[in-house]
């Protein structure tokens, strides 16, 4: 029988980046991991697969839409739908092994296969099994199945099956406005599908502040995408390689159909946590699968902890990294934390939209005294001639003490603009200290200084 410090399950960027941290400190470590590379959902078919075919779509998007404005005459490119699924392929290998690399590196043991915890201190994969002082539980999550929607990954197709259809469709169903809906949604818009998609809610990505969601909602119909708001579907009836999708209008009870070659359900991810053996264990899991924490990520038996989509809050990669990396450190002796007030959310669409702490929405309810600065981006030189203005950055600060409460952004490289305002954050920092940072020109992080502007005396350029 093996014997480990800790043995975390899972190779997900919440379990491996706690296994590499756990392995810097000193402990003995191996991860379990039953797919053929490791990664899990995010490097293999998640957030790195579908950021490759966003890129390459985007691209096609630019020499379309703007080459010829920039004296760049010619032909559009053609789509090998081939190629791009081998490019993404390409990334998704590169990416994967490097993990392997890593695990090397850092002396950790690749267990390969499916775990279960017969008892704490022990952890099953197939016939053997291996002792661990700790066990890290970093299972992830799995899509959620809707009632009368049956997945076949060809012509009802979860996010997985989004990401290698045969043939690029002609039409499109996505069946909710999350985060996975309309990514992937741009993604086959871009690529010639009509795409219409189905919301229960009246406004796309739940819980966004209002005023990006209206933004978002009307460039993403502007370059094509179609919404049906308010609508809960009941049901797709599948045959001869067409989906018709049902669906109910909340606001008078009349159902509609619609037809398309491919169905995406896109209506949110559930914890998977499937032959751990939890119950048998006791260890105590939420009514909606979660398994339940105290602030050190310690599950209801001792020396069992759980990190990432496995438990509540957002089902994001770097929230399950940043619970990695402090639950080693727990582990090691150490005080792990996470700021659970300061973690970024990022939709990888065109424009990108990117968001951190507070909305306006949550602000007002709480009866937080406020202030707004915004700036948009036709007022930011290098956006304009970028042929990316669409857009705006919106920061909220606290009335009275100027700190930064949360910021909103829409527009180019708004996934990576959104961090200045996070680590400003972190340090507890004032709108007033973004605005007196000098930023270099022309960059679109400009505009994030102008909207911190817009908190004080003004923008410049508005
Ligand atoms: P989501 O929770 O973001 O959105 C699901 C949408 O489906 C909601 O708007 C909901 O109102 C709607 N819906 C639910 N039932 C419906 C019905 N019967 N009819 C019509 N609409 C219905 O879920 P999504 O997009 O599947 O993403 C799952 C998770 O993966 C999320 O937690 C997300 O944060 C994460 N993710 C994050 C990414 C990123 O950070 N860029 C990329 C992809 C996924």
Not at 58 to 72: D, K, S, V
Not at 316 to 345: C, F, Q, R, T
Not at 424 to 433: H, K, S, W, Y
Request: hydrophobic share 40%; charged share 25%; net charge negative.
């Amino acid at each position: 029988m093996s014997s480990y410090d800790v043995i975390v399950i899972g190779s997900g960027p919440g379990g491996y980046v706690c296994a590499i941290r756990c392995a810097q400190l000193g402990l003995k470590t191996a991860c379990v991991e039953g797919r053929e590379t490791l990664g899990g959902t995010c490097l293999n078919v998640g957030c790195i697969p579908s950021k490759a075919l966003l890129h390459a779509t985007h691209m096609l998007h630019e020499a379309e839409h703007n080459f010829a404005a920039m004296g760049l005459k010619g032909k559009s490119p053609s789509v090998d739908w081939n190629q791009m699924l081998s490019y993404k392929d390409d990334t998704i290998a590169q990416n994967t092994k490097g993990i392997e690399f890593l695990f090397e590196k850092n002396k950790i043991d690749w267990i390969k296969g499916w775990a279960s915890i017969p008892e704490a201190g022990r952890v099953k994969v197939g016939d053997e099994v291996h002792e661990a002082k700790n066990i890290v539980i970093a299972s992830g999550s799995e899509v959620a199945s809707l009632k009368g929607v049956e997945v076949d990954e060809k012509t009802v197709v979860s996010s997985t099956g989004a990401l290698k259809l045969n043939k690029i469709p002609k039409t499109m169903v996505v069946i909710g406005a999350g985060v996975i809906g309309l990514e992937m949604g741009s993604v086959y818009s871009r690529l010639g599908a009509e795409v219409t998609v189905v919301e229960y809610l009246d406004a796309i990505t739940p819980g966004m502040d209002a005023e990006v969601q209206k933004s978002f909602k009307r460039l993403l119909e502007k370059q094509g995408l179609k919404f049906v708001m308010g609508a809960a579907v009941s049901g797709v009836e599948t045959g001869k390689g067409k989906a018709k999708t049902t669906y109910k209008l909340r606001k008078d009870d009349s159902e509609h159909t619609v037809e398309s070659d491919v169905v995406l359900l896109a209506t949110g991810r559930k914890p998977f946590t499937d032959g751990l053996g939890l119950s048998d264990l006791g260890v105590k899991v939420s009514d909606r699968g979660m398994i339940e924490t105290d602030d050190h990520w310690a599950t209801s038996v001792k020396g069992i902890y759980a990190i990432g989509d496995a438990i509540k809050g957002p089902m994001l990669a770097h929230k399950a990294e940043d619970e990695g990396m402090a639950v080693a450190e727990v582990l090691a002796g150490k005080s792990g934390h996470v700021n659970y007030g300061v973690i970024p959310s990022v939709i990888y669409t065109h424009p990108e939209v990117a968001s951190v702490g507070q909305t306006e929405e949550q602000l007002k309810e709480a009866g937080t005294p406020y202030k707004v600065g915004k700036f948009s981006f036709m007022g930011n030189g290098r956006a304009k001639a970028n042929f990316a203005a669409d857009g705006f950055v919106k920061i909220l600060a606290h009335k009275d003490t100027d700190r930064i409460l949360g910021a909103h952004i829409i527009g180019p490289m708004a996934g990576d603009l959104i961090h200045e305002v996070c680590v400003a954050m972190e340090f507890g920092a004032a709108a007033q200290d973004l605005a007196m940072t000098c930023h270099a020109h022309p960059t679109y992080s400009e505009a994030v200084r102008e909207a911190a502007l817009a908190c004080g005396d003004g923008a410049i350029h508005a």
